[in-house]
Structure formats: C-alpha cells, structure tokens
C-alpha cells in the first residue's frame, strides 16, 4: 500500500473538520461536559417480539453520550433487533410488538407522539446489510442533505466529499460520482452507506456490524472514524469481533438468546465478566 | 448410539466412493434423455409458436388482395369507412384513431389511480388487509367484458345522459371509463408486484435517513419500480386496446373522429368493435371481409408492439429488483 500515511492524514482532518462541522448547528449548544452528563439512550424492562417469537426481552440499560458501546453476543441473539428498535426500525416488520421503555433524550420512541423524522434525523444507522439506493453515489450520499432542505449544489458537493471522506471510501469512488451505487463491491457498498448516515449528521450513530464485509485496511479506517467521532456523537455498534470490540468502545454489552446478560465497562467485560455465560463466550468457549 | 449414527451419516462415505467420470453407458443414456427431453420440450414450444404465427400469417395473407387493390395509402388515411355502399369505401382512419382515442383516454383515467392503488397496497394498507386486498383485485380482472358492457349501457349510459345532457349515453366517454375499470386490475396488480418487490431494506435505507412516506415513495421506491410500472402501464393498454365486447356496446360506433378532438361526448368506433360487428355480415370473397382482416393486420401489429415494449420494460423491472 504506497502512500497511504499521506493518505490518511488527509482522512483524519478531513474527519475533524467533519466533527467541528458537526457541533455547530446544534441548538442551545450546552457544554460537552453538561451534555454527557445523562444518558441519551435509556431502556428500561424493554421487549420487543416478532409475533409469538421474542427478539429481545426485558432489556434494561444506559448508554452514555459522547462514548461508544458494543454489543456482543451469538447469532439470532438479538442485537440487530436491539439496535432497530432504538430508531424504529422495526416498523415496518409486521406482526412487530413492544412492551416496556425505550427512551432518546428521555422522550420514549414507542409513544404515538414521537416525531419519527427528526428522531431518526438524529440517531443514525448503518444496517448489517448494505442498502444503498439504485441512483448515483452522489445521489446516495446527498438524498438525507436533501430531505433536510439543503439545495445548494456547492454545499451538497462539500457534504458528499467530506462523508465519502470520513468513511474511507473517497478516493476509490472520486472519479465518478455519477457511477451507480450498485455498481460497487459489497465492502464499498458498506461504506458507502456509513457515508450516508455520517451525511445526515446525526448524533447517535447505531452501526450493526458495519465492518463484516471490509478488508482489514478498511476496517482500521472505520476503527478510525469511529475513534474520531466519539468525542462529539454516541455511537452503539454491534460486532462479532471481540477484539474490534475491546479496541473501540468504552462500554460493552453481552447479550445471549434475547436477554441482556451483561453490561459493564469494557475492560471488565473481557477481563473480568461477573457472569460465567460472558466469559465463556468472550474466552471462546461458548457452547 | 444415537451420536455414533450422526457422526456416521455425517463423515465421507468412503465405501461408497464413486468414480468422477461417466462410463460409456452412462455417457450414452446421458446424451439419449438430455436429446429426447430437449426434443419433446422444443416440440411442444415450437407447436404454440407455430400456432401463432400461422394465425399471424392466416390474417394477412387474407388482407393482401384488398389491401393491393384498395392501397395502404388509401386504407390507413381515408376517414370515409362505407364498407355496404354500392360505390365502397374502406377508409380505416376513424377506426384505428378511435381504438387509440379511448385506450389512451382510459389510461388517462387508470394509470394515476392504478400507481396510486398500487402503493396503498404494497405500503400503507395494514398486513391484514393487504391479503385479502390483492386477491379481490386480481379477481376483478376476471369478470367477463359483456357484464361490463351491460352495466355501461344499463347504468352509465343513461345515467350521462341525465346527468351532463348528452346527446347519447354511448359515447367515448363511456367506453373510456368501462375500459379504465376493466384495465385498473392489470395495472394495480403488475405495479404492486413491481413496488413490492423492492422489498423492505431499501426502504428503511430511506426511513433510517428521516424520510417520510411520501418522501421515501416518490424519491426512492417509485423510480426504483419505473420500469415494471412502465410494464403496467403498456400491459394495461394492451388489455384497452385489445377489448372488444365492452367498446362494441358502450362507444356508439359512430365511424367519426372527435371534433374538437377532447370532446369525448361523442361517438366513436374502434377496430375491434368494427370486425366483430361486421364480419358476420361480409360475405366471403368480397373486398369487405378482406377490410376487416386489414383491420385486424392493423390491430395485430399495434398489441405486437406493445407486447414488445412490455416485455423490455419488465425484464429490466426484474433486474432492479434483483439488484437492490
Ligand atoms: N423479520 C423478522 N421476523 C421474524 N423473526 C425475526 C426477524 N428478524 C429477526 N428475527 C428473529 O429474532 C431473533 C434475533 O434476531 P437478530 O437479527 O436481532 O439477531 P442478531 O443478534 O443480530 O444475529 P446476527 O449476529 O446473526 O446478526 C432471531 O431469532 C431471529 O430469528
Ligand atoms: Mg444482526
């Protein structure tokens, strides 16, 4: 890989900008030291259930802001559907229930009075399979800009640039904008839709295993953005790697056939679990 | 025992072990039943191909005789359709703008209300609805076209009359509505297939970003379904243009072409409408059953075309869908 230190620093202020960009609209901007004070996410006795199937059931935890979580655990355990339901998600899958609470900002999503545009405006997601629109890379990255009433071409272009950036997927797609979504690999799809997300400018950014289909240089890269971003977004990922797991976040969560099993700093979990099931399974013994 | 069993039926066979090349009779029997299974499939693709294209062929060998004394020129441009003068005349303008006129005008009517059926169905109708839904209106498409007829000269007819003080109850008008009823289910029904088919995570790409419905179906799921919508659309036209009973009864069959053309008050008559109506009483041999087999050379090429275009359009409409 030739020149990619120079590369990279291009990336990381690029990201920063990004960030700085990021703090200003914010309205009634409080310090960040009053703003990761209280939890952002709160759920509490929260279940979710397809039909007679549970996904999740009784979950009750805090997320902080300005910090990154993990969660953890087997397949069909019930983190994407975890993740889903903080940004309602679910909606469109029939026969979906829920009991309990599941807070943004202490305003309870489930309520009928939530307004879905601007809670989904802020709480971001990158689903487990890329899904990007079939129109323009462009057209991808800019339709959340769009829908927020940004119109000014000079303004998209910068938006657009400056995401593809932050995900580590503009210098393979700047020579054609106008190329197609579909037309890339699976692994630029992927990034090409956390460029989406980052696009909207969201505060919570839920990514469910955003580097499953990435290489490892791509990988370090989101690891990257992901470090980059903590300091002003709250960022939930889900993630079969334990060891992207124990190097990005701050607090980890454990989760095993729909229940939370466990939820602690991330040292203790992987050092220290209090629960035998997690330190099977973080120890690789599970099953 | 029991997992001594699994390991077994789980591990390679080795006693089984067969080898990887064909043996000359096996090669022989391979050859033998791929021939004769391609062979009876291509016998029975080829006897309905034929069928057409005999019935393609059939029809206008008929129409040649007529066509080279009367003149293409003549038969595709003259208004006048007189076909039991004793001087006649077979001008078939009035008829192919009449089968166009009131396709085009029932599409007018169908097409907006068939995108817009479509979506209700595929996105906002609960679950629960949407089942039962679709099959009544896949039913629909099945009501015989002269219970149609019926109701737009028992019911619509008089009720124009009455209502807008129409001259007469069968008219353009009438007919565009029956046929835009009857080409709704079509319509609704390949569009609806189109726009679900998009399935749900592109959707929620659109939601996830703090769209709307209405955002996320204008912008992304609609341009994404164009082609099988356009495919709805053309295959809808092909049912208008191709319908005969309901147009017989309820389009007046004046032989004129609307004036002012919008005025869909007045009578008109189609090509399908002419050759069920007239076929019976054009003795064999004589130039107007010759006409009549011109007509429907014209006709034929046209739903040709159509089919065609159809065709393209939901091809692509299966590649979008499979992309995305
Ligand atoms: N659309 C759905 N309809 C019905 N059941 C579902 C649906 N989606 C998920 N489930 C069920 O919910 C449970 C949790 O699924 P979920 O997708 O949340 O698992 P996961 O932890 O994300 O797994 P993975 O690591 O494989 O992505 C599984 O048992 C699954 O079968
Ligand atoms: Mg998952």
Redesign the pocket.
């Known amino acids: 890989m030739p020149a990619t230190a120079a590369d990279n620093q291009a990336t990381k202020s690029d990201v920063r900008m990004m960030v700085t960009l990021n703090r200003q609209p914010t309205p009634n901007s409080k310090t960040p030291a009053a703003e990761c004070a209280c939890p952002v996410i709160r759920s509490s006795g929260f279940s979710l259930y ?2 007679a ?4 059931k009784d979950i009750t935890m805090e997320i902080y802001p300005c910090s990154v979580m993990a969660i953890i ?12 339901s903080i940004n309602r998600m ?1 909606d469109l ?1 029939p ?2 229930r829920t009991e309990g609470l599941l807070e943004v900002d202490g305003q309870n999503v489930y309520d009928k009075r939530t307004n879905l545009i601007n809670l989904r405006q802020q709480v971001g997601m990158v689903f ?1 399979k890329p899904n990007p629109f079939p129109k323009s890379i462009f057209d991808n990255i800019a339709y959340g800009p769009r829908l927020q009433g940004i119109r000014r071409k000079e303004e998209l272009q910068h938006i657009v640039e400056q995401s593809l950036k932050a995900a580590a997927i503009w210098d393979e797609v700047k020579d054609d904008l106008r190329k197609s979504a579909l037309a890339l690999s699976g692994g630029q799809q992927q990034r090409l839709c956390i460029a989406r997300a980052l696009a909207t400018r969201p505060r919570v950014l839920l990514m ?2 955003p580097c499953s289909a990435l290489d490892p240089i791509a990988t370090g890269r989101i690891e990257d953005l992901i470090g980059q971003l903590q300091s002003t977004y709250t960022i939930v990922i ?1 993630t ?1 790697n334990m060891q992207q797991a124990a190097r990005v976040s701050e607090r980890a969560a454990f ?1 095993c056939l ?1 229940e939370l099993i466990e939820y602690d700093r991330t040292e203790k979990i992987f050092s220290n679990p209090t629960k035998k099931q997690t330190e099977d399974y973080v120890t690789g013994r599970f099953g | 025992m029991e997992s001594r069993s699994l390991t077994l039926t789980l591990g390679p066979s080795a006693d089984r072990r067969r080898p990887l090349a064909l043996t000359p009779g096996e090669d022989l029997v391979g050859f033998i039943s791929s021939h004769v299974g391609r062979a009876v499939l291509f016998l029975i693709t080829a006897t309905s191909v034929l069928a057409v294209l005999l019935i393609l062929l059939f029809v206008i060998l008929r129409s040649v005789p007529f066509l080279r004394d009367f003149g293409v020129g003549e038969f595709l441009t003259s208004r006048l359709w007189r076909p039991t003068a004793d001087e006649p005349v077979f001008g078939a303008l009035t008829l192919i703008v009449g089968s166009l006129y009131v396709s085009i005008a029932a599409l007018l009517f169908a097409v907006p209300v068939g995108i817009l059926a479509a979506v209700f169905l595929s996105d906002i109708l609960s679950w629960k609805i949407r089942n039962v839904a679709k099959p009544v209106v896949e039913i629909l498409a099945a009501i015989p076209s002269v219970a149609y007829g019926f109701f737009a000269v028992l019911v619509l007819a008089p009720w124009m009359q009455r209502r807008f003080g129409f001259s007469t109850g069968t008219n353009a008008l009438n007919a565009s509505i029956i046929l835009a009823v009857m080409a709704l289910p079509t319509i609704i029904s390949v569009a609806e297939d189109a726009i679900s088919a998009l399935g749900r995570e592109l959707r929620e790409a659109s939601y996830s970003l703090g769209a709307t419905r209405l955002e996320t179906m204008v912008k992304v799921v609609i341009p994404a379904a164009h082609s099988g919508i356009i495919a709805a659309v053309v295959l809808g036209m092909m049912r208008a243009i191709g319908e005969t009973m309901v147009v017989w009864m309820a389009s007046g069959n004046a032989t004129q072409i609307p004036h002012p053309w919008w005025d869909l008050s007045q009578s008109i008559r189609t090509m399908t409408a002419t050759i069920a109506g007239e076929m019976g009483e054009a003795p064999e041999g004589m130039p107007h059953r010759s006409a009549l087999f011109a007509v429907g050379v014209v006709l034929l090429l046209m739903t040709f075309m159509l089919n065609i275009v159809s065709e393209y359009f939901l091809s692509r409409a299966k590649k979008a869908a499979g992309k995305s």
């Open positions: 397809y039909g199937k549970i996904g999740v655990g087997p397949s069909g355990c019930g983190k994407s559907t975890f993740l889903r679910n899958i026969h979906v487990q469910d295993e889900v079969h989760f729909g």
